[in-house]
């Protein structure tokens, strides 16, 4: 048996390494796909129960709460950073 072969089981476990993770690499990509679409829901509920004109438009002392409900814990240089970048009319 040549160096080369007595080597070539490492080579085979690599390469069977790399076709798994190749394998599994869509379903983590689906699997992130799927936690977006539910945290984008999730956002969406919590918006609207502060949309009280129903015009897609809250109050920023709301944005704050929603952010927080959402796991997000702005500062209140953050916040402002949000409203003179979102609001038109601020």
Known sequence: MTEEEAHSPAKVKDNDEEELGKEEE????????????????TV????????????MTIE????ATLLRWCNFNPTEKELHSYMVRYDPYS
Not at 60 to 63: G, K, M
């Open 26 to 41: 869509p379903e983590l990509k689906t699997e992130a796909l799927d936690a977006n679409e539910e945290f984008k829901a």
């Open 44 to 55: 969406l509920e919590v918006f609207d129960m502060f949309d009280q004109q129903k015009d």
């Open 60 to 63: 920023v002392a709301s944005l």
